[in-house]
Structures are given as structure tokens and as C-alpha cells.
């Protein structure tokens, strides 16, 4: 079992990456609102970044959505197409990114 994390930028997408899941028997998944390091210091009056450098360190959006759940090693792959497809791919710049880590204990799951 790994835990994936999605941490979604294009937050546009997020309905039909959850209805995708869904479709694929992956019903469960936790949503956090969520901010990046950048936007929140962006938010800041002591930020200030100028001319050129401001696109690349400004994000477009002002939040994001962090998507957890509990997944089967095989179910990873599917996951991962699920979510490239939703988004247009995560090596677009300001996509989002994901990650899994193993579960070593779990309880309170049925599957």
C-alpha cells in the first residue's frame, strides 16, 4: 500500500480527476486547501520580485489542492495516467506534482 499525495496547482481540473478516480473504483481521497511557500510569501508586503524574475517565482494561481489517499502498489500506474490526463501532464510547468510514500500500518480501511 503507498499513500499518494497530489498536490494539484491546475485546481481546474480537480472535478474531473476526482469523477476519474471515481469511474476507477477509487472512491476515497481527502481534498486540502492548500498554499505554496511562494504564494504565501508573495502575499507579503517584504516580497517584492521584479521584471522577469517575477514569472518565475510568481505562480499563476493563488492556491492549490492536495489530494491524499490510500492506494494499492498496482493501482499507482493507473493513478498516475488518471492525473496526467486530467491536467495535460505534471512536467507542464505549474501543474502540480505527486508523490507516494509506503504505508507500513493501516487500519480503519476496508478494501
Not at 490526463?85 to 505534471?90: D, H
Given at each position: 500500500m503507498k499513500l499518494v499525495t497530489i498536490i494539484l496547482n491546475k485546481t481546474e481540473c480537480l472535478d474531473e480527476l476526482l469523477e476519474t478516480f471515481k469511474e476507477n473504483n477509487m472512491p476515497g481521497a481527502t481534498i486540502i486547501d492548500s498554499k505554496g511557500m511562494i504564494q504565501e510569501l508573495s502575499d507579503s508586503d517584504d516580497?517584492?520580485?521584479?521584471g522577469s524574475?517575477?514569472?518565475l517565482f510568481m505562480?499563476?494561481?493563488k492556491e492549490n489542492k492536495t489530494i491524499i489517499?490510500?492506494?494499492r502498489?498496482?493501482?499507482?500506474?493507473?493513478?498516475?495516467?488518471?492525473?496526467n490526463?486530467?491536467?495535460?501532464?505534471?512536467n507542464n510547468p505549474d501543474t502540480g506534482i505527486m508523490f507516494t510514500i509506503p504505508i507500513d500500518y493501516l487500519e480503519g480501511l476496508s478494501r
Open positions: 516580497f517584492r520580485i521584479v524574475l517575477r514569472e505562480p499563476s494561481h489517499m490510500v492506494a502498489d498496482e493501482d499507482i500506474k493507473v493513478i498516475s495516467r488518471i492525473v490526463e486530467a491536467t495535460g501532464g505534471l
